[in-house]
């Protein structure tokens, strides 16, 4: 399993774009990288998934680049409700899915986000 | 996408009893797993919960302790069995999809519980 590296925690401002970075050097061919939310008192989210270079949906971007052994969530124009926690998993599309395996967390990345 | 609904939301427990959770899958899935989320901490997987078969369990969690059910694909149930206070957590219930564009694990909201 490829062990992921986060900030512990970020600071930003309303209207801003929030970019929060994972380090993944271990990465594997098989492995793919997907982001999940967290709201107190609430169970992760799928924010996105990704394999190589850009991935885009209606919540955030995923960037990874050609070595893969990062990749950076980008969420554009945050509000107080982007409030949470984000994780950074790693693994093949069923790990890092919830497939046929279960997930393996770690600590995430506490994003504050102020008026 | 799946609604995962888990059931108590929280409860307050004695030490030395046990509490069962209930966990619902509005759909079929093979696979059910149960995480446990401490304070302030990210979430650990307990087990895999297999329709048909024992689950299966992660270093550091017994079935002793644990004991889970998975008597058809859209129910199981976790016990925390002779609890004591450093069971007081967050215990929540995932299943996962794949779909056309991603692979992607749904959770119920989790039960809090409190050992006293």
């Known amino acids: 399993l490829a062990k992921t590296t986060q900030p512990i925690s970020m600071d930003s401002y309303e209207g801003q774009e929030v970019n929060i970075t994972c380090s993944h050097n271990n990465i594997a061919t098989n492995d793919y990288i997907t982001w999940y939310q967290q709201f107190p008192s609430q169970g992760p989210r799928f924010i996105i998934q990704?394999?190589?270079t850009k991935v885009t949906n209606e919540v955030a971007s995923l960037f990874i680049p050609a070595d893969r052994k990062s990749s950076t969530l980008s969420l554009p124009r945050v509000s107080l409700s982007d409030t949470a926690v984000y994780y950074c998993l790693v693994g093949d599309i069923w790990f890092g899915g919830g497939g046929a395996d279960g997930l393996t967390f770690g600590k995430g990345t506490h994003l504050i986000i102020q008026p | 996408s799946a609604v995962i609904s888990q059931k108590p939301s929280r409860d307050i427990c004695q030490r030395g009893t046990s509490l069962t959770i209930q966990c619902q899958v509005d759909s079929q899935v093979t696979m059910m797993f149960w995480y446990r989320q401490q304070p302030g901490q990210s979430l650990t997987l307990i087990a895999t919960a297999n329709q048909g078969s024992e689950a299966t369990y992660e270093s550091g969690f017994v079935i002793d302790k644990f004991p889970i059910s998975r008597p058809n694909l859209t129910f199981s149930t976790l016990t925390v069995s002779n609890m004591s206070p450093e069971d007081s957590s967050i215990y929540l219930c995932?299943?996962?999809?794949?779909?056309?564009?991603?692979?992607?694990?749904?959770f119920g909201q989790g039960t809090r519980l409190t050992v006293v």
């Open positions: 995932s299943v996962g999809r794949t779909g056309a564009m991603n692979t992607e694990a749904f």
């Open positions: 990704g394999y190589k």
